[in-house]
């Protein structure tokens, strides 16, 4: 399961006013992108399903495209790209004679079952919560196109949700770089932009991707050499100043992984986005009035998706990611770096500052010889109250691929609301919205089943 494709059980938790619903969930993001060991290959086949660079794939899926984290996508495009080239080169063919085109995808459904919702009704759904569809096109050894589509499951104002199950494309990008010949690279397209990690094996989505996740149309140049990354990049962003320069919005990031042993590996890296207002989970925050629904959601003419903010709201992002055999942890803390303007959010009275945290840890085994994976986490947030996130979430999960090229996972989360006495109210141009705090908490179990090719 990956995370980051991105359908969702929202037709349950909108109905429910959850927290779950501001970014959907979906496949899981695997713990590392997994680039395959090439042993043999077919150098005249030109369209495939992935990893083209393999004869067989990995039994529990990890190293095919749709399951590869969706963060710094266009950078695991290239390095899976060079792998590749070399294994071409080994057979006197190459990229440069024609082009390779991989197709990748995932469906997988899911059943919840949401108890003490905040007070409210207990709740169950059974939903198609992924089908995904990508194709990476390698057109030449400097060249590459990827594209992602996927559907909507969220349920339509009146009517069937089925009827409502509309396609769109969630990424599309071009990349030009070979890393052979230069460690810098560019993508321009529809992208995750490079702020945050989001490292998870979690069916349901950590606070801080709810927080801090930014998909746009954006221009990045990056760099790569011997395991230290690094990125650049400018995007217009949603604030209704945005069309004054094609620069009004961007941000950088960096990272390094060391592989201390050949059984430890240890990655540290973080960056900065000049307006975390971008963000998913601040656009969309699952909820309709008088709650906040987010800022490209009020349902007001005069906003046109474009929300006029008083000023920016700056971010920041620090995130490690520690791997020891079976054993893998991780953490991530994002914040913004200024306060809201008391006009677009605040909580408790004041300009709101939100920031979140989340700790994971997994351990790998194999059950009747199936692999398998246990895990728990713990997510925190601050002053998020106005984005319908709650202050803690508690998280164990069991997963296991027991046919190849499937996942199986269940999942128990227990989240708590912010106190009776917090009070967020947010755009008051256009409201104001206001979120209050019930102090109660809500228990969700969710199983899926998953298939990749």
């Given amino acids: 399961m990956k995370k980051i494709a991105y359908c969702s059980v929202s037709a349950l938790v909108l109905t429910s006013q959850s927290v779950l619903a501001n970014v959907p969930t979906g496949a899981t993001a695997m713990s590392q992108n997994s680039v395959p060991t090439p ?13 083209y660079a393999s004869m067989q794939t990995a039994y529990d899926a990890s190293d095919i495209w749709s399951q590869q984290s969706t963060m710094n996508e266009d950078l695991y495009i290239l390095l899976y790209k060079q792998q590749l080239q ?112 989001y490292w998870s094996n979690m069916i349901t989505t950590p606070l801080t991707t709810s927080l801090g996740r930014v998909n746009d149309r954006a221009a990045i140049l990056g760099y790569y050499y011997r395991n230290f990354y690094a990125q650049a990049y400018a995007y217009p962003g ?50 309709t009035a008088p709650k906040f629904p987010g800022f490209t959601d009020i349902d007001n003419p005069e906003i046109s998706n474009s929300y006029p903010f008083v000023h920016t709201v700056p971010g920041a992002d620090i995130h490690s990611e520690f791997s020891f055999k079976r054993l893998s942890a991780a953490a991530e803390y994002i914040t913004t770096t200024r306060k809201f303007a008391d006009q677009d959010m605040t909580f408790n009275g004041e300009g709101a500052e939100p920031k979140a945290a989340h700790f994971e840890v997994s351990y790998s085994f194999p059950f009747y010889t199936k692999p398998s994976m246990v895990g728990v986490s713990y997510g925190h947030t601050w002053q998020a109250l106005a984005l319908n996130l709650p202050v803690d979430s508690y998280d164990a999960y069991v997963r296991t691929s027991w046919w190849k090229n499937t996942i199986e996972a269940i999942e128990y989360r227990h989240d708590n609301d912010y106190g009776t006495n917090d009070v967020a109210e947010s755009a008051e141009e256009f409201g104001p919205f206001t979120n209050v705090g019930t102090g109660k908490g809500r228990d969700l179990v969710i199983a899926q089943l998953g298939v990749y090719f």
């Fill in 238 to 287: 949603v604030d209704e100043n945005a069309t004054d320069t094609v620069f009004h919005a961007g941000g950088g990031n960096v990272g390094y992984k060391i592989n201390l042993t050949p059984d430890i590996n240890w990655t540290l890296g973080g960056g900065f986005i000049s307006d975390m207002t971008d963000s998913q989970g601040m656009n969309n925050t699952g909820v």
């Fill in 86 to 197: 070399h294994s071409l080169q080994k057979a006197n063919v190459s990229l440069e004679n024609r082009p390779i085109v991989e197709i990748s995808g995932a469906i997988e459904g899911s059943a919840i079952q949401i108890f003490n919702n905040f007070g409210g009704n207990q709740s169950g759904d059974i939903n198609l919560s992924t089908a995904e569809l990508d194709i990476n096109a390698m057109a030449s050894a400097w060249a590459n196109a990827f594209m992602s589509f996927e559907y909507d499951s969220s349920p339509p104002q009146t009517g069937s949700r089925v009827t409502n199950s509309r396609l769109y494309l969630s990424r599309g990008f071009a990349t030009i770089g070979d890393l052979d010949y230069s460690p810098f690279y560019f993508t321009i397209g529809q992208v995750y932009l490079p702020f945050g990690r």
């Fill in 39 to 51: 042993y043999s290959f077919m150098p005249y086949i030109t369209v495939s399903t992935s990893p």
